[in-house]
């Protein structure tokens, strides 16, 4: 879960850039908002596909807040949820796609059980490459964001959709995203063959399936997309 290459951070107060797409890609922000969330010992280093991301999303205008969450190295889970929470807070009143990276997908499960973090639904949450509960135990420094008690009513009543990406040989999830997530939450998820942990280590920088998916707004297409693999 380590990735600490330099980076360019994107502050997510920063203002958004909009660059001059092509002439048959969609643009403008159409309502819609892009919240990314990386993971453990993450310093959003710009070759990592959630950089790629937010880049390329906000070259087409969408708003977007990829944050450097506090003391990546040695995280704080209520520092994290004070994060999140404003986060939120700052992007009311847009549809919101939440892309969990990790570590960050555990954090969103914490907030999910949580009463005081979530002021309403979002549209659409990713999780992806979600590391075992026995992994976040046995590390010190997340030990305590090993995932809540959910039921899928409560996860479907903090999203319109959530949907479960991770591969199936993730070093950080022996038993895999499916079996451990998404089975239990009642969520559909894309398994890919191979790909670990979905991260630099794995060869993800650019990533476009991920990032169609992303600009995708109809639920009747997104939700039978699947999020297919780099290549």
């Known amino acids: 879960m380590t990735e600490t290459s330099p980076t360019s951070p994107t502050s997510p107060t920063?203002?958004?850039?909009?660059?001059?797409?092509?002439p048959s890609t969609p643009t403008g922000n159409?309502?819609?908002a892009f919240l990314i969330l990386h993971g453990w010992q993450n310093h959003r280093p710009a070759a990592h596909w959630q950089h790629w991301l937010a880049d390329r999303l906000t070259d087409l205008g969408h708003e977007v807040a990829y944050p450097q969450l506090p003391e990546a190295d040695d995280p704080d889970l209520e520092r994290w949820l004070a994060?999140?929470?404003?986060?939120?807070?700052?992007?009311?009143?847009?549809?919101?796609?939440?892309?969990?990276?990790?570590?960050?997908?555990l954090l969103w499960l914490h907030a999910v059980a949580r009463d005081d973090v979530l002021s309403g639904p979002v549209?659409?949450?990713?999780?992806v490459a979600p590391p075992a509960p026995e992994v976040a135990l046995e590390h010190s420094e997340i030990a305590e964001f090993a995932p809540p008690e959910l039921s899928p009513e409560r996860l479907a009543a903090t999203a319109s959709y959530t949907r479960v990406v991770g591969s199936d040989n993730d070093p950080y999830c022996p038993g895999g995203a499916a079996t451990l997530y998404a089975e239990p939450l009642g969520l559909p998820a894309d398994?890919?063959?191979?790909?670990?942990?979905?991260?630099l280590d794995a060869g993800y920088g650019s990533w476009p399936s991920m990032f169609d998916w992303c600009l995708d707004p109809?639920?009747?297409t997104y939700e039978k997309k699947p999020v297919h693999g780099r290549t």
């Open 218 to 220: 109809s639920p009747e």
């Open 83 to 105: 994060e999140l929470d404003a986060l939120l807070a700052e992007l009311a009143g847009r549809r919101i796609t939440v892309v969990c990276h990790s570590l960050a997908c």
């Open 123 to 127: 549209d659409r949450v990713l999780l």
């Open 191 to 199: 398994v890919l063959p191979g790909e670990a942990h979905l991260d």
């Open 14 to 22: 920063s203002p958004t850039p909009v660059a001059s797409p092509g």
């Open 30 to 32: 159409d309502g819609r």
